[in-house]
């Protein structure tokens, strides 16, 4: 089998478990769906002793910055003389290395039109 074969076969068998995996996702959802209906309706916590507790937590508010916008300004404030406070900004950066992967972009479908 050539690689282009094999790479082939590897990319159909991939698509189908995505396939698979999509649905399952989506029935999933809707049992989560169901389940966080009954919880709430049961108080907000249920206990199945031995298994699990279930709980609806409240909605949270998590902060996050746009790191490119605090890019341009520690760019900005360098540029107007405030560079210690630039510094200040850019210390707090951290940066994590995450190790390469397989990505995979599929084609987008095309219609095809027959003449009638």
Known sequence: MSNDAQIATLYQTIAALDAQIASLNTEREQARTILS???ESAGGKVVL???ATLEITRPTVIASYDRAGLDDLVRKLVANG???IAEMIAKQRKEHHRAGSLRITKVKATT???AA
Do not use: K
Request: proline share 0%; aromatic share 0%.
């Open 37 to 39: 209906s009954l919880i």
């Open 49 to 51: 002793d031995g298994i």
């Open 82 to 84: 405030r560079g210690g």
């Open 112 to 114: 095809v039109e027959t």
